[in-house]
């Protein structure tokens, strides 16, 4: 791009962030960056980094018009309605006022700008200078909102709130888009369930930042249905209304007035808006704008535009609290459905159910830990397909079924899983599911003898009070819901003293875009580093030092450790009715 601007003394390039930025940039009065030809910024001065509450390793190397150009309303500007780009793209030296930056708190400050092509030694790019312009306000908003403008923050307002399902980041979300763009203060009243109300926001901007004044969020008396006052009405689900301290100054007529006549002392409010919240079926609670001295009072001009804004936010309320209330059935079904371990002399247990991160807190993905009327401990982790309330569902018929399978049965594994796969067939269709069953016998002076059959799951890991790891890999066949008629295998083996044995789901090992074997090496280096910690902290580490950042999945996981006794020869493997030693994930086809 060809420019008249100037050149850097002595053939000097711009500084790209490894170099000194030129001395001629820094010896200007005003806020100044450059630029090379792809709009890239390669170096700022010392006033702009405090213009822009930014340094400027923050700012190099970044496109400068994503990086800093604005709208009023804080919105990124297109680039095809940006003068300084046309300026740039036109090659042609350009001023102008009141363009908005976007600061390093996220806040935006108006200021008026020149551009400029320069040439420094064969390197062309743009200077562009800007000052703050001192008689507006940064971040408020002294004008009506234009119909483009209103359609920005409606569709902003849409985009954000419904993209959350958890009450608390809808309402954060709320008050960040409307403060202080609309106004100074939000204050948020919700309806209780139990019929109360409950203030949970009242925030105003302050150097730049949204602060919470949390002296005056709490519980409040419930709704009065004969007060004729704004917020009570509001609260009923009467009509926006334009309000201020002088509204409460008078005798209350309810508690709730007693509470809104000190908000509006507390914060120094002098004009305000109030209008409900509406879900689909009732008012969930009302939406409080106010503006302090010096900003615009409210008019009733402004009443449409908050009624537009508290209905959005309705939606969006209506449906976290749906959620919610989804979430708290699953959770309590989910403990319901997941046992409290037995107490088994010599022997550690623990336990840990991850739910699936956008799921509704209740999978398929199951353990279980019984005393069998012989003495022996049978121990089973399994995975439904899906992670909802049907899988869920489907889980709770095999645990139960499996349970009494082997209750009432002194059967090996593999005979009560042939069993409950013939049954599962049945009850529920072509529901696919994976598990592996294991029986655990005291053998005398040897300790423990571990008997599994595994259908289609992971292989559960045996770490050893070293740290040395073996994946049980053998006794593995079909998944249920197959229709699999061959004979199951069963595999068994003696565990060493002060072993752990850990029975996990795949949601512990399996990623995205990622190998099995990545999955199952990286559980066995880090149950091997954890190996000499006491069993939760181990099953706890090993759960946020394993899990896959990108799982989508729930976890189960099921942990147990012998007990330590004086050293002694060691068996690291005695081996019995060895049937099958395909390892997990090979081909079970026959």
């Given at each position: 791009m060809?420019g008249?601007?100037p050149?850097a003394?002595?053939g000097?390039a711009p500084?790209?962030?490894?170099g000194?930025?030129?001395?001629?940039?820094e010896?200007?009065?005003?806020a100044?960056?450059?630029?090379d030809?792809?709009?890239?910024?390669?170096a700022?001065?010392t006033?702009?980094e405090?213009?822009l509450?930014r340094n400027?390793?923050e700012?190099?190397?970044?496109d400068?018009?994503?990086t800093?150009h604005?709208?009023?309303l804080g919105?990124?500007?297109?680039r095809?309605?940006c003068p300084v780009?046309q300026?740039?793209l036109?090659g042609?030296?350009?001023?102008g006022g009141?363009?908005w930056?976007?600061?390093?708190?996220?806040?935006v400050?108006?200021?008026?700008?020149l551009v400029?092509?320069?040439?420094?030694?064969?390197?062309r790019?743009t200077?562009?200078?800007f000052h703050?312009?001192?008689d507006?306000e940064?971040?408020?908003?002294?004008?009506?909102?234009?119909?483009l403008e209103r359609?920005?923050?409606?569709a902003?307002?849409t985009?954000?709130l419904?993209s959350t399902?958890d009450?608390?980041?809808?309402l954060?979300?709320l008050?960040?888009?409307l403060?202080p763009?609309?106004?100074?203060?939000a204050v948020?009243?919700?309806i209780?369930?139990?019929?109360?109300?409950?203030?949970r926001?009242?925030?105003h901007a302050?150097?730049g930042?949204?602060?919470?004044q949390e002296?005056l969020v709490?519980?409040?008396?419930a709704?009065?249905?004969?007060?004729q006052?704004?917020?009570?009405r509001?609260l009923?689900g009467?009509?926006?209304?334009?309000?201020?301290?002088e509204?409460?100054r008078g005798e209350?007529d309810?508690?709730l007035?007693?509470?809104?006549?000190?908000l509006?002392?507390?914060t120094?409010i002098q004009s305000a808006v109030?209008?409900p919240i509406?879900g689909?079926?009732?008012?969930?609670g009302a939406l409080?704008l106010?503006?302090?001295?010096?900003?615009?009072?409210f008019?009733?001009?402004?009443?449409?535009?908050?009624e537009e804004?508290?209905r959005?936010?309705?939606?969006?309320?209506?449906?976290a609290?749906?959620?919610e209330?989804?979430?708290?059935?699953s959770?309590?079904?989910q403990?319901h459905?997941?046992?409290q371990?037995?107490?088994v002399?010599?022997l550690q247990m623990t336990a840990?159910?991850?739910?699936?991160?956008?799921?509704?807190?209740?999978g398929?993905d199951w353990?279980?830990?019984f005393v069998?009327?012989?003495?022996?401990?049978?121990l089973?982790i399994g995975?439904?397909v899906g992670h909802?309330?049907?899988?869920?569902?489907?889980?709770a018929?095999l645990r139960?079924?499996?349970?009494?399978?082997?209750?009432?049965?002194?059967?090996p594994?593999?005979?009560?899983v042939?069993?409950?796969?013939?049954a599962?067939?049945?009850?529920?269709?072509s529901d696919?599911?994976?598990?592996?069953?294991?029986?655990l016998?005291r053998?005398?002076?040897?300790?423990?003898?571990?008997?599994?059959?595994?259908a289609g799951?992971p292989?559960?890991l045996?770490?050893?009070?070293?740290?040395?790891t073996?994946?049980?890999t053998d006794?593995h066949?079909?998944?249920l819901g197959?229709?699999?008629a061959?004979p199951r295998?069963?595999?068994?083996?003696?565990?060493?003293?002060g072993?752990?044995?850990l029975l996990?789901t795949?949601?512990l090992?399996e990623?995205?875009g990622a190998?099995?074997?990545?999955?199952?090496?990286?559980?066995?280096?880090?149950?091997?580093?954890?190996s000499h910690?006491?069993?939760d902290?181990?099953?706890d580490?090993l759960l946020?030092?394993?899990?896959p950042a990108?799982?989508?999945?729930d976890?189960?996981?099921?942990?147990?450790?012998?007990a330590?006794?004086a050293p002694?020869?060691?068996?690291?493997c005695?081996r019995r009715s060895?049937i099958s030693?395909?390892p997990?994930?090979?081909?079970d086809?026959?």
């Amino acid at each position: 791009m060809q420019g008249q601007g100037p050149s850097a003394p002595g053939g000097q390039a711009p500084a790209d962030g490894s170099g000194p930025r030129p001395a001629w940039l820094e010896s200007l009065a005003a806020a100044a960056y450059l630029a090379d030809e792809q709009g890239v910024i390669t170096a700022v001065n010392t006033v702009a980094e405090q213009l822009l509450g930014r340094n400027a390793v923050e700012l190099l190397g970044r496109d400068a018009h994503d990086t800093l150009h604005r709208n009023a309303l804080g919105q990124p500007e297109p680039r095809s309605e940006c003068p300084v780009r046309q300026a740039v793209l036109a090659g042609r030296t350009a001023q102008g006022g009141a363009l908005w930056f976007e600061r390093g708190d996220g806040s935006v400050t108006p200021v008026a700008w020149l551009v400029t092509g320069y040439d420094a030694g064969g390197r062309r790019g743009t200077l562009a200078l800007f000052h703050p312009l001192d008689d507006t306000e940064p971040g408020s908003l002294q004008e009506p909102l234009s119909e483009l403008e209103r359609l920005a923050l409606f569709a902003e307002l849409t985009t954000q709130l419904t993209s959350t399902m958890d009450v608390e980041e809808v309402l954060n979300r709320l008050v960040r888009l409307l403060v202080p763009r609309l106004a100074d203060w939000a204050v948020v009243d919700l309806i209780t369930e139990a019929g109360g109300v409950w203030r949970r926001v009242v925030v105003h901007a302050e150097d730049g930042e949204l602060r919470n004044q949390e002296n005056l969020v709490g519980p409040m008396s419930a709704v009065p249905q004969e007060s004729q006052l704004p917020l009570s009405r509001a609260l009923r689900g009467a009509a926006s209304a334009l309000t201020g301290p002088e509204t409460y100054r008078g005798e209350p007529d309810s508690e709730l007035a007693v509470e809104q006549g000190r908000l509006f002392a507390a914060t120094g409010i002098q004009s305000a808006v109030i209008g409900p919240i509406r879900g689909l079926r009732d008012v969930l609670g009302a939406l409080t704008l106010g503006r302090s001295d010096g900003s615009h009072p409210f008019t009733t001009a402004d009443l449409p535009l908050l009624e537009e804004i508290t209905r959005r936010a309705g939606l969006a309320l209506d449906n976290a609290r749906l959620y919610e209330r989804q979430r708290k059935v699953s959770e309590t079904m989910q403990r319901h459905l997941l046992p409290q371990l037995p107490r088994v002399p010599d022997l550690q247990m623990t336990a840990r159910y991850v739910p699936a991160p956008d799921a509704s807190q209740v999978g398929g993905d199951w353990y279980d830990a019984f005393v069998l009327p012989d003495g022996a401990t049978a121990l089973v982790i399994g995975d439904v397909v899906g992670h909802d309330l049907e899988a869920a569902a489907d889980m709770a018929q095999l645990r139960n079924m499996l349970r009494a399978y082997a209750f009432s049965q002194q059967k090996p594994p593999s005979k009560i899983v042939e069993w409950l796969d013939q049954a599962a067939m049945q009850l529920s269709g072509s529901d696919m599911a994976t598990l592996v069953l294991a029986r655990l016998t005291r053998v005398g002076p040897l300790g423990w003898e571990l008997t599994w059959t595994n259908a289609g799951h992971p292989p559960p890991l045996l770490i050893t009070r070293e740290g040395a790891t073996q994946y049980l890999t053998d006794a593995h066949g079909m998944l249920l819901g197959t229709g699999w008629a061959e004979p199951r295998p069963d595999m068994s083996l003696l565990l060493p003293p002060g072993a752990t044995l850990l029975l996990y789901t795949d949601g512990l090992i399996e990623e995205p875009g990622a190998s099995l074997d990545d999955g199952l090496d990286r559980l066995s280096r880090q149950a091997a580093a954890l190996s000499h910690h006491p069993l939760d902290t181990f099953t706890d580490e090993l759960l946020a030092r394993a899990r896959p950042a990108a799982n989508e999945d729930d976890i189960a996981l099921l942990a147990l450790r012998t007990a330590h006794r004086a050293p002694r020869p060691t068996v690291n493997c005695l081996r019995r009715s060895c049937i099958s030693t395909r390892p997990y994930g090979a081909s079970d086809a026959r």
